[in-house]
């Protein structure tokens, strides 16, 4: 299994379709910095899926495509395919797999955060997709569980729904029976009402047409007026255009005079500027030739200064060419000695480099024997603490079983409480059902009460229900002196008296009270001028000149539980004359007993008699009786039943709040039972999540005590296996050897080099004094020569400025010829345009006279308009006064409709065809048992409350909503239990692989840390006490000889060879198809690298490796090279060989790869 080929197109800085073609073994890709190595190793990662921009080092996903050059333009897509044999699942491949290892991943191996390292041996165990269904599991659990307690939730509502729901059925049953029947009656009390209208409509409509015939007769007079001011308008206009014409022929003459006097100062100032500029181009012209002479001077100076340093500069140019012939002979000789003492001292540190290695080998056979032995202390140690260890964990696995039975009884008693609070929380959700229904029909009966009330007051404002008369005056109150108001305005009765009142009163309760006799003819005057109909008028002053009427007493009658009506009635001191003298006659008795009265005085009656339901009997054979509706509908008591009215709506405002504060009590109450079940929710799930956490830490107990078992029959294997092996001491006589040759031929060597390094002092010495000299005659050449050029430049310098000078005097010549020629000409235009300015003056002065005559016979027409106006405004105040009065007729006509259209609104809203009742109405049945029985069917309706009309509906879909919802909650139960199960079981298994390849990772550690350092400490722990796959992962390593308290103290040799160990450690666990290796050996030196190629050699029997290197002893380790080179700037081109003698191939490899090498 490995990686066979690559082919790019267009990725990153491959334009051109490029194959790589991979061997198994070792192959290496080598190249200069920046020609696109690094390139091939993103491609393979995202072709296996990689698709963070950061690990493809990029900024956006389509930095991927090839971006173009200087001289190639960019691609539209990029593409990257790989052959991969026999690729199977969980092989250590992927986008967090460890294939691919970059040097940045050194440290993130290395760091304190764990997740990297822990994804590593998370896939070398093959547990990567165990973990991906636990957390998948793990959230269809959660998901599980809310959908239960949320279908739970919902059947309770649904419960209490259904049960609302059927009692709705029934009361709408009802209601609909009622409501049928009001249909009937409503059309009944229309058609009686709709006539009543109309008897109230034809009076008014013949007054507003008497108020159109008058409107009529003064429009043709105004029509008339207004023909004689359109007349007098339209001399007006025309002398207006005339008086524009001669005042517009003004404006221009005075236009042209202003325009004439701007052009003389503008010509003034133009001399002034042109004198000016004749001054100052004179003296520009003197300043420039001083300029010139100086710059003469300057000139000649100049030159003899070129002249003198020019020699001075071929003298040190000759004195330059002698100093560097001596140096260069010197160098040659230096140069050849200097090449004799390096090649002793390469031999030198080649004698050192042999010397070190024999001692480190000798230190590694003396460290092994000495390692040996404290191994098995320590395995014996390690084995006592597994004992003591194993019995712990027994106790905790008694302790966590105690644990687990305790939880279980809290449940069950926690799930009591749910059922208690569950119940209350039923209790809440009734109450609050019954104050909603409660405050419902509350606002229902404001509702009413506002509307009654908005009816009286419209009724009181508009003096609706009065005749034409009447309520014309009241309306004109404010314009007719001394006018109070109705005899039923200032009457206050109770409630019980008014139908007895207002039969009494009749028509006198529209009676209009006036305070003086003389007032009551202006008011009458005033009908006569509107139209406005008739009314009858109580003078106040002329009632208190009568005698006091004198009381009738009931008992003098020989009336039974009679009383005087006007005891019943309260009204101002002011008019309790005019009360005795309108009902001092009138006696009230109970309803029953009229007819007994009616028998008794069959004769003339000295009084009125009457009953509370308004029937009288008066002068003995006149009797008024019959059915009347209960509600007062006349002016009587219309103030007071607007106060009770109010009093009554502040009532059911005040039921209301209160029902609403007890509604919020109980919302609260419901709302601290929602919260008690979703504490108590919380606590089964704490409980829940206790018990599974119990669950887990006794499966991870019962693992670690199996663990532990199978942990101390390893040990004791190992330390048998100790004991038996050991070393003898032939190896180690044979190095002592070594190092006493080796160290004869260093000495021999260094007394040979410390000769040739006094020599090398000397001539140090001589080259040093051969360079100083050579610097400084240079440094004399090239300020010489600097100077001389200095000086050339401010030569070419001066002769620029002199033909400049020159060129500035000629221009100013020709300025200051033109500047004279124009100051002759403006002198000319100024005298000509004083000329024109005395003619303009004298034609402006004709014009202002016709002007002024012009506006003095405009005055006059304008005079004599307006007085034509004012009696034209006579006349339209006339009319307005007709308007007002039509438009108040026309005002009452529009209240009658509106009643109309709103009784017809009413109908209509509730589905009723008025063409339907001409047939069904009964002429004979009374308006007043119409509204009785309307009302009582109200009533009736009113006492049902809101009515659910779509309950049977509703109650249905409901209902097999719940049967669904109880099926559902079984099914997820049953989901629950077996997730559950499932989780268990994921987690058993991926603990177990875990712990497994862990294990044998750990040893394999341990074995190629002590390969790659000679010797030293390392290990890698899990964190006790907790799960092996949630445990975080301590790596331990300490090279021989150093005591390092962190892994962050290491050298960065030091870590990439740590981190190199761990991957090969996983690797001979699970053996990864292969493996990209991007620079993790530029740290290390020529021995590490040595020991680093041996351990590649010896993976690449399983694992193919691809290398991106520097480093020449990685490049011969490798079976194939594949060179990088970009010969155009921005195209990455591939050269490949396949190396069959290692040794000549990398005598020509080196960074500056060429087509010839490779």
Avoid at 819 to 824: C, D, N, T
Wanted: aromatic share 6%.
């Amino acid at each position: 299994m490995y990686l066979s080929q690559v082919e790019l197109i267009g990725f990153k800085s491959f334009a051109h379709r490029t194959k790589i073609t991979f061997d198994d073994g070792i192959t290496a890709i080598v190249g200069p910095n920046g020609c696109g190595k690094t390139n091939i190793v993103d491609a393979i990662r995202w072709v296996l899926g990689e698709q963070k921009t950061s690990v493809l080092r990029s900024d956006r996903m389509e930095n991927v495509i090839f971006n173009g050059t200087m001289n190639r333009r960019r691609l539209g897509y990029s593409e990257v395919v790989v052959d991969i044999s026999n690729l199977l699942m969980d092989s250590g491949m992927g986008v967090d797999a460890y294939s691919v290892i970059e040097l940045s991943m050194v440290e993130m191996i290395l760091s304190d955060r764990d997740e990297y390292r822990k994804r590593l041996f998370e896939e070398a165990s093959g547990i990567t997709k165990y973990k991906a269904r636990r957390q998948e599991a793990l959230r269809k659990l959660e998901a599980t569980r809310q959908d239960l307690v949320r279908v739970r939730d919902i059947i309770n509502e649904v419960e209490r729904s259904v049960n609302a729901l059927k009692s709705q059925v029934n009361r709408a049953k009802r209601y609909e029976k009622f409501k049928s029947k009001l249909v009937a009656v409503e059309k009944q009390y229309y058609h009686a009402k709709q006539a009543e209208l109309l008897e109230r409509k034809k009076p008014i409509e013949d007054e507003i047409n008497t108020l159109t015939n008058q409107y009529n007769l003064l429009s043709g007079k105004t029509a008339k007026r207004r023909a004689i001011l359109d007349k007098s308008q339209s001399e007006i206009l025309a002398k207006q255009g005339v008086l524009t014409n001669a005042q517009e022929m003004l404006n221009k003459f005075s236009e042209r005079v202003r325009t004439a006097d701007s052009n003389h100062a503008k010509l003034q100032e133009r001399l002034v500027a042109l004198k000016e500029t004749i001054d100052r181009i004179t003296n520009e012209n003197s300043v420039f030739k001083t300029k010139i002479k100086e710059n003469d001077s300057q000139f000649h100076t100049v030159s003899e200064d070129i002249a003198s340093y020019r020699i001075e500069l071929n003298s040190a140019m000759k004195d330059l060419e002698r100093i560097k012939s001596g140096r260069d002979t010197f160098l040659s000789n230096y140069m050849h000695k200097k090449s004799k003492y390096l090649s002793k001292s390469q031999k030198i540190f080649d004698v050192l480099k042999k010397l070190e290695e024999k001692n480190r080998k000798k230190d590694a056979i003396i460290r092994d024997n000495r390692e040996r032995k404290l191994q098995l202390e320590r395995l014996k140690s390690i084995r006592e603490k597994s004992l003591a260890h194993l019995n712990e964990l027994s106790d905790n696995q008694k302790s966590i079983n105690a644990n687990t039975e305790g939880l279980t009884t809290h449940l069950d008693a926690v799930k009591a409480d749910k059922i208690s609070a569950i119940k209350r929380l039923e209790h809440s959700s009734r109450r609050i059902n019954e104050y909603e229904n409660a405050v419902n029909n509350k606002k229902i009966s404001l509702e009413s009460f506002k509307t009654k009330l908005q009816f009286l007051n419209n009724l009181v404002e508009g003096y609706g229900g009065l005749s034409g008369g009447v309520s014309a005056v009241l309306n004109a109150k404010d314009k007719l002196k001394g006018v109070l108001g109705t005899v039923g305005d200032f009457l206050s009765v109770p409630k019980e008296y008014r139908i007895a009142v207002e039969s009494v009163l009749g028509e006198q309760s529209q009676y209009i009270i006036v305070d003086k006799w003389r007032n009551i003819q202006n008011a009458v005057d005033f009908l006569r001028t509107v139209q406005g109909g008739r009314a009858t008028f109580i003078a106040l002053d002329r009632i208190a000149d009568q005698a006091e009427h004198s009381l009738i007493k009931p008992e003098n009658l020989n009336i039974k539980n009679g009383s005087l009506l006007i005891e019943k009635i309260t009204a101002p001191d002011n008019m309790q004359r005019l009360l005795s003298v309108l009902l001092g006659d009138v006696i009230l008795i109970d309803d029953n007993e009229i007819s007994q009265v009616a028998v008794k005085y069959s004769t003339a009656l000295p009084c009125k008699i009457v009953n509370k339901n308004g029937e009288i009997i008066s002068v003995g054979y006149m009797f008024t009786g019959g059915s009347m509706s209960k509600e007062s509908t006349g002016i009587v008591g219309r103030k007071d039943r607007i106060i009770e009215l109010e009093k009554e709506i502040n009532a059911v405002k005040g039921e209301i709040t209160e029902t609403e504060r007890l509604l919020e009590d109980e919302y609260a109450a419901k709302e601290h039972g929602q919260e008690d079940i979703s504490r108590i929710d919380e606590k089964i799930d704490a409980i829940y999540h206790d018990l599974e956490l119990s669950k887990r830490k006794l499966g991870i107990t019962n693992f670690e005590i199996q663990q532990i078992k199978e942990s101390i029959g390893q040990i004791e294997s190992d330390i048998e296996h100790l004991e038996l092996t050991g070393k003898d001491s032939y190896e180690l006589d044979e190095i002592n050897g070594d190092i006493a040759l080796l160290q004869n031929e260093h000495d021999t060597l260094q007394k040979e080099h410390e000769l040739f390094q006094s020599e090398e002092e000397a001539l140090e010495i001589e080259r040093q004094k051969y360079e100083n000299q050579f610097s400084e005659c240079n440094t004399h050449v090239a300020r010489s020569s600097e100077l001389m050029h200095s000086l050339e430049r401010e030569k070419s310098r001066l002769q620029q400025l002199q033909a400049e000078y020159s060129d500035e005097i000629e221009k100013r010549k020709i300025s200051l010829r033109d500047a004279k020629e124009q100051q002759k000409s403006t002198e000319a235009q100024l005298v000509e345009l004083e000329r024109t300015l005395e003619q303009l003056f004298s034609e402006q002065k004709e014009y202002e006279d016709k002007v002024l005559i012009n506006r003095e016979e405009l005055n006059k027409l304008q005079e004599e308009k307006q007085k034509d106006l004012d009696e034209f405004l006579e006349l339209q105040k006339q009319i307005s006064t007709l308007q007002e009065n039509t438009q108040k007729g026309r005002e009452m006509l529009v209240e009658i409709q509106q009643e109309m259209k709103f009784l017809e609104d009413i109908l209509q809203s509730k589905g009723i065809v008025i063409g339907e009742m001409d047939d069904s109405f009964d002429e004979e049945i009374d308006l007043e048992e119409i509204i009785n029985v309307k009302q009582k069917l109200l009533k009736r309706m009113d006492d049902f409350g809101p009515v659910n009309m779509e309950a049977l509906d509703e109650y249905n879909r409901e209902h097999e909503r719940l049967n669904f919802l109880k099926s559902q909650t079984q099914d997820l139960e049953d989901a629950e239990k077996t997730l559950i199960e499932t989780i268990d079981k994921i987690n058993k298994t991926a603990r177990e692989r875990f712990y497994q390849t862990f294990q044998l990772a750990k040893q394999n550690f341990i074995h190629i840390f002590r390969r790659f350092f000679g010797d030293g400490e390392a290990d890698i722990k899990l964190e006790e006490g907790l799960d092996p796959l949630e445990a975080k992962i301590e790596i331990f390593a300490q090279p021989f000889g150093k005591r390092i308290q962190s892994i962050a103290l290491l050298s960065g040799g030091e870590k990439a060879l740590t981190a190199i160990a761990i991957l090969f450690a996983i690797y001979r666990v699970k053996p990864s198809p292969f493996c990209i290796l991007d620079e993790v050996d530029a740290p290390l030196d020529d021995a590490n690298v040595t020991r680093f190629v041996k351990v590649l050699h010896e993976f690449s029997q399983e694992t193919q490796f691809i290398v991106v290197t520097h480093n020449k002893k990685t490049m011969e380790a490798a079976r194939n090279l594949y060179g990088v080179t970009m010969q155009e700037s921005g195209i990455s081109k591939i050269i490949s060989v396949r190396i069959d003698s290692k040794s000549e191939a990398f005598e020509e490899v080196d960074y500056g790869i060429s087509d010839k090498s490779l």
